[in-house]
T-cell receptor, first 116, second 110 residues
Framework: GAVVSQHPSWVICKSGTSVKIECRSL??????MFWYRQFPKQSLMLMAT?????????EQGVEKDKFLINHASLTLSTLTVTSAHPEDSSFYIC????????????FGEGSWLTVV | QKEVEQDPGPLSVPEGAIVSLNCTYS??????FMWYRQYSRKGPELLMY????GNKEDGRFTAQVDKSSKYISLFIRDSQPSDSATYLC??????????FGTGTRLTIIP
């Protein structure tokens, strides 16, 4: 299947700082990417849909100014958690839609964020 | 009513048993039915998917869709300890975001 790579796999940051997570499609172009958040033993919660070259569409209840999403190219989307707080500690996962295979969605390995 | 309902488990079965994982959904417009497997602390991995009603087999895994009853199933034959994971069903329109079930935590006991 298609490969979606996330970096970093895990990150620890101090409260009040910002942290950026990258999501890359390695062997295909991803017009649409999705960002999820997952708390322990819970299902994935969609945060936003990211389309290349345009503003992201955020789900209800997700703060746009806190979770900045940029999809500058067909192979890269970034999620920046601004002014991070301990309650932002979570597992963040991106996924990408592969148009060539009927818009099948593949996921990255995820990024663990711990805010101390 | 939730769009997708999935028994969260946990489900524990002995090695070699047949496992049945099930979901129901409410929107009859869904066309694709995806199954993802998620190991602890990892991103979901696409296991298989079917389009519309019917069965699809891939090795020890069989996905089944009954659109008339809005019921989807995943069967695992000859279950192995490596199958221990959370299984997520995700009905899909084919051009937008996925709608996930809560996931079923499965443990295969050696």
């Amino acid at each position: 299947g298609a490969v979606v790579s996330q970096h970093p796999s895990w990150v620890i940051c101090k409260s009040g700082t910002s942290v950026k997570i990258e999501c890359r499609s390695l062997d295909f172009q991803a017009t649409t990417m999705f960002w999820y958040r997952q708390f322990p033993k819970q299902s994935l919660m969609l945060m936003a849909t990211s389309n290349e070259g345009s503003k992201a569409t955020y789900e209800q209840g997700v703060e746009k100014d806190k979770f900045l999403i940029n999809h500058a190219s067909l192979t890269l989307s970034t999620l920046t958690v601004t002014s991070a707080h301990p309650e932002d500690s979570s597992f963040y996962i991106c996924s990408a839609s592969v148009a060539a295979s009927g818009n099948t969605i593949y996921f990255g390995e995820g990024s663990w964020l711990t805010v101390v | 009513q939730k769009e997708v309902e999935q028994d969260p488990g946990p489900l524990s079965v002995p090695e070699g048993a047949i496992v049945s994982l099930n979901c129901t959904y409410s929107n009859s417009a869904f066309q694709y039915f995806m199954w993802y497997r998620q190991y602890s602390r990892k991103g979901p991995e696409l296991l298989m998917y079917t389009y519309s009603s019917g069965n699809k087999e891939d090795g020890r895994f069989t996905a089944q869709v009954d659109k008339s009853s809005k019921y989807i199933s995943l069967f695992i034959r000859d279950s192995q300890p490596s199958d221990s994971a959370t299984y997520l069903c995700a009905p899909y329109f084919g051009n937008e975001k996925l709608t996930f079930g809560t996931g079923t935590r499965l443990t295969i006991i050696p």
